[in-house]
Antibody
């Protein structure tokens, strides 16, 4: 069964760049799309974007100007960068395998934006 | 972008009740709808794909229906372990979009 694990700093200062990595194990990153999703405390789910294993990425228009999602097939990892963060970006960030629907999810990582 | 409107936002029912949650899409998305369950403090879990196909391991009291713009998640007999938030998701086209969520509680 595919497993995903998010990693990265849990605290980011306002105006800086949030960077997270998702490591995929017990399965290959090849031939799938891979998404980032976030959930502010007490709120609903928001899709950030996804990347195909060949590096082609698609983003939520609401975040497109600040987001970059990339993939490293040699490490079976994909990454999220979100620039110019504010307190509104405080959320649990999930990575997930995407086959249209999101069938395997990481455990999630709380990222707090605060000085 | 395709908007997805979910209702109700919160729901309280008795154990054994039949519960229905509705999701409406802003345009025809065929059957490209998934439903997720998120228990408090946990990761969302895929329940239903293709509007009506039960994910492996999901109890048969859960069912999904609909196509086009109107979709429904039904729990035929509510159990205490079903306390959770439920989300629908459009995957007809990017951006993938979620409903606002329904918080389900036991009376």
């Amino acid at each position: 069964q595919v497993q995903l694990q998010e990693s990265g700093p849990g605290l980011v200062k306002p105006s800086e760049t949030l960077s997270l990595t998702c490591t995929v194990s017990r399965g290959s990153i090849i031939s799938y799309f891979w998404s980032w999703i976030r959930q502010p405390p007490g709120k609903g789910l928001e899709w950030i974007g996804y990347v195909y294993y060949n590096g082609s990425a698609t983003y939520n228009p609401s975040l497109k100007s600040r987001v970059t999602i990339s993939v490293d097939t040699s490490k079976n990892q994909f990454s999220l960068r979100l620039a110019s963060v504010t307190a509104a970006d405080t959320a649990v960030y999930y990575c997930a395998r995407t086959v249209g629907m999101l069938d395997y999810w990481g455990q999630g990582m709380l990222v707090t934006v605060s000085s | 972008d395709i908007q997805v409107t979910q209702s109700p936002s919160a729901l309280s029912a008795f154990v054994g009740d039949r519960v229905t949650i509705t999701c409406r899409a802003s345009q025809d998305i065929s059957n490209y709808v998934a439903w997720y369950q998120q228990k408090p403090g946990k990761v969302p879990m895929l329940l239903i794909l293709g509007a009506s196909m039960l994910q492996s391991g999901v109890p048969s009291r859960f069912s999904g229906s609909g196509s086009g713009t109107q979709f429904t998640l039904t729990i035929s007999s509510l159990q205490p372990e079903d306390v959770a938030s439920y989300y629908c998701q459009n995957y007809h086209s990017a951006p993938l979009t979620f409903g606002q969520g329904t918080r389900l509680e036991i009376k």
